[in-house]
């Protein structure tokens, strides 16, 4: 066990060093919880019959139990971060293993029996991962240094995105074009062992004793005062809007792809696993622009992309274009760049914002406003979903049908959010033209400088 904290260079914008084992854990962790909480999981819940308001309650129900976190946040100073954040996560992956087991009962119980014993596994689980989770932010805040945090969140982006395509690929590679029960059992298996096997990585993070409060844990919190500081009321309101964008996606890409386009399993899953690929480029697009640009340009630059991916889902599922996949591959490499880059610059100016007083109660708030818009969409997404049903019509030249209604609204979420992304306030922060200006024109020039020596 490592207590000592890393030597850090507060203005040298460098990685201390000795974090090696962070980026381990978030790797580890990656595989752990991707087919937990991800695509495996919504084709097993299908298999069961789950609808989609169902799925949508599945996939929001992660996000929705980061809610615990507000009534955790105070005991965090008097545990300590590695203490209170290992504990949660070691019995976190003990219900990985119950979840593993489910498939195997189909011998003597139904498939609606198992679809709500996972759901009150995942209810179980995702509890323990939002009290746990409420000490992590404040933890990376104390051992990254604020002008090396863009690098870090980028790399962290990197770590977690090469280890979920490889989950992906994992899974489409056991499950087939049509997943068994003991195959099922398997993947989960396997996630279960890699979130054991992170465990010694996150014992191996360096702990920081949390900053001295004398007046932590007294007196009622006061949330909406908190709330009300000006910079961070804008940065909730983005939140709140780019989770009711991105919050079903995933979820119901899966879906489309699936009933909608007509795909296999296998493929699917072959395809979320590419999406990962655009979350790789995290560090080259993130990294160094994030701590010299500011989050700002890169969350409206995350919105345009996002508007794009929209846009293309509509025009595939209203008949436009054929959801072949030459079509589908660039859009899903696309949603993965997206969450990497808006999880980058999100956490990061968040960091940049947050008062040091009180801040386990702003970084609570902070997540829990984020989660439950974004476990609130998918739910929300489902149940108009399962509204529309069947019913179709042609206007404009696309077919409305539930998935066209669904990623047009989507597209204009990702609008409403970039006009938000404006209103943010980060001193010293580029436009979003800078930003493009500089991926589009001048690193091309570089590359191009580098190759001709011209």
């Known amino acids: 066990m490592n207590d000592r904290a890393p030597n850090a260079a507060p203005g040298s914008g460098q990685i201390p060093q000795g974090l090696g084992a962070l980026y381990w854990f978030s790797a580890l962790n990656a595989l752990s919880f991707q087919p937990v909480l ?35 946040a105070r005991f965090v100073d008097r545990i300590g971060y590695r203490r ?58 104390e051992l990254i240094p604020a002008a090396a945090r863009g690098r870090h969140f980028a790399r962290d982006q990197f770590c977690m995105n090469g280890a979920s395509m490889v989950s992906f690929a994992f899974a ?23 979130g054991a096997a992170s465990l010694p990585a996150l014992d191996r993070v360096p702990d920081v004793p949390p900053p001295h409060n004398p007046d932590a844990g007294r007196g009622p919190v006061p949330w909406l005062e908190l709330a009300a500081h000006p910079p961070f009321r ?50 080259w697009l993130a990294g160094p622009r994030l701590d010299r640009l500011g989050s700002k340009p890169m969350l409206g630059f995350t919105m345009a992309i996002g508007f794009l991916i929209g846009a293309g889902f509509l025009l595939a599922s209203g008949g436009l274009v054929a959801p072949g996949w030459s079509f589908a591959l660039p859009l899903m490499m696309m949603l993965g760049l997206v969450n990497a880059l808006f999880s980058a610059a999100n956490n990061r100016l968040a960091m940049h914002i947050v008062p040091k007083q009180g801040r386990n109660h702003f970084f609570a708030l902070f997540m829990v406003v984020w989660q439950i818009t974004l476990g609130l969409s998918p739910v929300l997404w489902g149940l108009l979903i399962d509204a529309i049903g069947d019913r179709e019509a042609t206007a404009l030249g696309v077919g409305w049908n539930r998935y066209s209604v669904f990623f047009g609204l989507v597209a204009l979420a990702f609008a409403a959010a970039f006009a938000l992304c404006r209103r943010l306030e980060e001193p010293r922060a580029a436009e979003v033209h800078a930003l493009v200006r500089e991926l589009l024109v001048d690193e091309p020039r570089r590359w191009w400088t580098q190759v001709t020596g011209r």
């Not at 029996?113 to 805040?141: D, E, H, K, Q, Y």
């Open 84 to 141: 209170f954040v290992l504990n949660g996560w070691s019995a976190r992956v003990g219900v990985v293993f119950l979840i593993a087991a489910v498939p195997l009962t189909s011998g003597f119980l139904d498939a609606p029996t198992r679809l709500v014993l996972v759901l009150a596994l995942l209810f179980v689980f995702n509890t323990i991962r939002g009290i746990a989770s409420c000490a992590w932010l404040p933890w990376i805040m």
């Open 38 to 72: 991800s695509s495996p999981m919504v084709l097993y819940a299908k298999s069961l019959g789950a609808s989609a308001t169902v799925l949508g309650i599945l996939a929001g129900m992660m996000p929705l139990l980061v809610i615990t976190q507000l009534p955790a």
């Open 234 to 283: 804008r940065l909730l309101e983005l939140n709140c809007v780019w989770s009711l964008a991105y919050g079903g996606l995933t979820t119901f890409v899966v879906k489309y792809l699936k009933d909608g386009a007509g795909l296999r399993a296998d493929l699917i899953l072959y395809f979320m696993s590419a999406s990962f690929v655009g979350g790789l480029a995290s560090p």
């Open 172 to 194: 489409a590679l056991v499950l087939g074009a049509h997943g068994e029960a003991w195959q099922f059992t398997l993947v989960f298996l396997t996630a279960a062992l890699a």
